[in-house]
């Protein structure tokens, strides 16, 4: 299970910010980006969990669930997309990305913990 008080990747814009060369600042990009992939990685399994037991839901729950569960499939991809992109432009100014990541995954957070209230913890390792 992800821990949810993770508060993200790590390798924070500080110390991208802080990069005397290029080719420093495309290294530790790819090291931040490396850190999202992580925890998206480690939040797809804890999702996978909500996807199969959202499928085992009866027909009343499951329509509860139906806004979270595709809020939770589009954050992932934007995440993935903004990564994969982050990886290729190399921007000056790290900052606005990173909390624009660290938002999304907080709303990842959210809306699992939603998810949690209709299908109950124990349904899925929790």
């Known amino acids: 299970m992800v821990n949810m008080d993770y508060p993200g990747p790590g390798f924070g814009c500080s110390a991208i910010d802080g990069c005397t060369t290029e080719e420093a600042k495309k ?33 009343k729950d499951r329509g509860k669930l139906v806004d979270t ?5 589009a954050l992932v991809r934007e995440i ?29 957070r959210v809306h699992y913990s939603k998810a949690l209230e209709v299908m109950g913890s124990g349904s899925f390792g929790g």
């Open 69 to 73: 569960v595709a809020e939770i499939k």
């Open 80 to 108: 993935e997309s903004k990564t994969s992109q982050l990886e290729g432009e190399c921007p000056l100014d790290m900052a606005p990305i990173e909390k624009e990541l660290g938002d999304k995954i907080n709303q990842v």
């Open 27 to 59: 290294v530790a990009i790819k090291a931040y980006c490396k850190g999202v992939e992580g925890e998206l990685s480690a939040w797809k399994a804890t999702l996978y969990d909500v996807m199969v037991g959202f499928l085992d839901l009866g027909d």
